[in-house]
């Protein structure tokens, strides 16, 4: 019997692609795992109306952890328009699988590594070494959002802010609202995870990104909860900065930073500037943690245009599979996995077409797979 069961989603676009390069590295690397096909992405939009099937749901459930590849994603418009005939006119709506498994499992902390390989001609420099931590299940991508604004809603609204004065006369169909939800739990788990993550690593610093002095409720409930969790790392140092201002401190000054932490939204904003300092999003990877399960990913997107090329940059699936790796305790198998990306990339002789190159993205993992 096998130690492991692992959810395989390769979802669609190149997401097929880089889930047959990890393969390749997981089959090298002799983890005892059995791998359990989900069904995931837009194909089971299409013809079932549900991009998540409840099957895969129940696939999850048995497993010790999932890896995904890609799916495509499009406006609700669009998506409606995309159904099978017969599934038209039902009021099915489109939502984000991987958001809705997030939410499911409570999968409330992001993890996305950005660390600059040495050799990787995408570099902005050699000395970048950032870790994201991203609140995964709240704020403006919980979800709570309204259109038209629904009477009962704006009435409330109306006589409890006095800011909404401004928008009395405005009819309910012109008006949109999403609802930015933080809790303190949701705040300070984060925060606590982002410290322990740089006390067990050697960080000094931990970085919070938010807006407090503009959103100063929801910013400033995340602000005070850091506050407090700082306290008890009193040999990791706190530092606040706006979300606008980190963009451009990132940009000037990435090697000042390490561990970075924000709610939902700023991290989605700060990860992907800070998988661009290292390369762009084919060096980039996520997992997706809770308190009892796992999804491993990387971060870009399923480039419907390239799928079946094998044509993308695989090392972002490869570092999520590294991921993965230590989350099931396989710390060896992580350790000797980073080292052989690291060592192709150095030697630089396989690059895929974002580095300039024209190897595939099964010439990557077969490269990486030798060097292991």
């Not at 006119?89 to 984000?96: A, D, H, Q, T, V």
């Not at 902390?109 to 931590?133: E, H, Q, S, W």
Request: charged share 25%; hydrophobic share 40%; proline share 4%.
């Amino acid at each position: 019997m096998a130690k492991y069961k692992i959810a395989w989603l390769p979802g669609d676009g190149v997401g097929i692609d880089v889930m047959n390069a990890a393969r390749i590295v997981l089959n090298k690397l002799e983890l005892n795992a059995e791998y359990i096909h989900g069904d995931i992405g837009w194909e089971f939009w299409k013809h079932e109306g549900n991009p998540l099937p409840d099957r895969t749901i129940n696939i999850l459930k048995n497993t010790d952890a999932a890896l995904f590849g890609a799916i495509t994603s499009k406006p609700k418009d669009e998506a409606a328009k995309e159904l099978a005939t017969y599934l038209q006119n039902n009021g099915l709506e489109y939502f984000s699988p991987i958001v809705k498994l997030r939410q499911l499992f409570n999968l409330r902390t992001n993890l996305r590594p950005c660390r600059a390989f040495k050799g990787n001609p995408l570099n902005y420099r050699d000395n970048i070494d950032l870790v994201v931590f991203r609140e995964n299940t709240e704020g403006l991508y919980a979800g709570v959002e309204f259109y038209p604004m629904p009477e009962n809603v704006f009435n409330v609204l109306l006589s409890n802010h006095p800011k909404m004065q401004k928008f009395k006369n405005v009819p309910r169909d012109e008006i949109a609202l999403s609802s930015r939800i933080v809790t303190k739990t949701g705040c300070t788990n984060i925060v606590k995870e982002a410290f322990k993550y740089a006390k067990g690593h050697g960080y000094k610093t931990v970085t919070l990104v938010e807006k407090p002095n503009v959103l100063r409720e929801t910013g400033g409930l995340m602000t005070r909860c850091a506050r407090e969790v700082a306290k008890q790392y009193t040999d990791i140092e706190l530092w606040e900065t706006n979300i606008d201002a980190m963009c451009m401190w990132l940009v000037k000054n990435p090697e000042n930073y390490g561990v970075l932490v924000a709610e939902n939204m700023f991290g989605d904003i700060i990860s992907d500037l800070a998988a661009q300092l290292v390369g762009g999003l084919g060096f980039a990877s996520s997992g997706n943690i809770g308190d009892d399960y796992a999804v491993f990913e990387p971060t870009h997107g399923s480039a419907p245009k390239y799928a079946g090329m094998n044509k993308v940059n695989p090392i972002a699936m490869l570092l999520a599979v590294k991921l993965m790796l230590d989350y099931l305790g396989e710390k060896d198998k992580a350790e000797r996995l980073e080292t052989a990306v690291a060592g192709v990339i150095k030697e630089g002789k396989i690059r895929t077409y974002d580095m300039g190159g024209n190897s595939s993205t099964l010439d990557m993992a077969e490269a990486v797979a030798c060097r292991l």
